[in-house]
Nanobody, 127 residues
Framework: QVRLVESGGGLVQAGDSLRLSCAAS????????MGWFRQAPGQEREFVAG????????EYADSVKGRFTISRDNAKNSLYLQMNSLKPEDTAVYYC????????????????????WGQGTQVTVSS
């Protein structure tokens, strides 16, 4: 079992930055590939970014490439999402998720394939 707790959301203006954090507890954090997802009202949950167990591989949704950076610190059992140049369309509840897998497994974007989820943190970007 892995418990995930997100933090760092808030209300910002377009062009601002935010850094989301996800604190993990329970099983060994480094055993999990991690992802950030988001869900806006009335929309499906969508993949934002993913990172491999060791942090060497990352993937991003096209909508956030060049603006968002995912990172992790396995020593601190923590996952991060640095969000720059925020846009109103980035407004959503952001979730971190963990997926068990071997070290060489590819990063996947389907939320159904992730085993554990946090409760989410709201990000609101005003124009």
């Amino acid at each position: 079992q892995v418990r995930l707790v997100e933090s760092g959301g808030g209300l910002v203006q377009a062009g601002d930055s935010l850094r989301l954090s996800c604190a993990a507890s329970g099983r060994t954090f480094s055993m999990f590939h991690m992802g950030w997802f988001r869900q806006a009202p009335g929309q499906e949950r969508e993949f934002v970014a993913g990172i491999s167990r060791g942090g060497g591989n990352t993937e991003y949704a096209d909508s956030v490439k060049g603006r968002f950076t995912i990172s992790r610190d396995n020593a601190k059992n923590s996952l991060y999402l640095q969000m720059n140049s925020l846009k109103p369309e980035d407004t959503a509840v952001y979730y971190c998720a963990a997926k068990a897998g071997i070290m060489t497994a590819p990063i996947v974007s389907s939320p159904e394939l992730y085993n554990y989820w946090g409760q989410g943190t709201q990000v609101t970007v005003s124009s």
